[in-house]
């Protein structure tokens, strides 16, 4: 089992940075997919940006150019780096690993963490 802590969430105003960090258990992280989720106020958790374990990334439409996903193996940490946040960012950010993902769905995902709150400010 793996598990996951976010940290790093708060308020922020719009055009303003962040970086939420997400700190994994385990011996295995590096083996494991990595994914950020944003949910909105009533809407659904949608992924924001993932990374396999050989690196390879997606992000979604809206918060490319904008957001980075990395991540330290020797921390057992990864990372989402938001730049140039807007008021459609904000949201509660999940963290979430999974050993293997097809298409990026969220059911793929068997671990989470509790989410940290991002508000961004107009």
């Known amino acids: 089992q793996v598990q996951l802590v976010e940290s790093g969430g708060g308020l922020v105003q719009a055009g303003g940075s962040l970086r939420l960090s997400c700190a994994a258990s385990?011996?295995?992280?590096?083996?494991?997919?990595m994914g950020w989720f944003r949910q909105a106020p009533g809407k659904e958790r949608n992924l924001v940006a993932r990374?396999?374990?050989?690196?390879?990334?997606y992000y979604a439409d809206d918060v490319k150019g904008r957001f980075t996903i990395s991540r330290d193996n020797a921390k057992n940490t990864v990372y989402l780096q938001m730049n140039s946040l807007k008021s459609e960012d904000t949201g509660v950010y999940y963290c979430?690993?999974?050993?293997?993902?097809?298409?990026?769905?969220?059911?793929?995902?068997?671990?989470w963490g509790q989410g940290t709150q991002v508000t961004v400010s107009s």
């Open positions: 385990g011996r295995t992280f590096s083996d494991y997919v």
């Open positions: 990374m396999r374990s050989g690196g390879s990334t």
């Open positions: 979430a690993a999974s050993s293997r993902v097809v298409t990026d769905a969220a059911w793929e995902y068997r671990y």
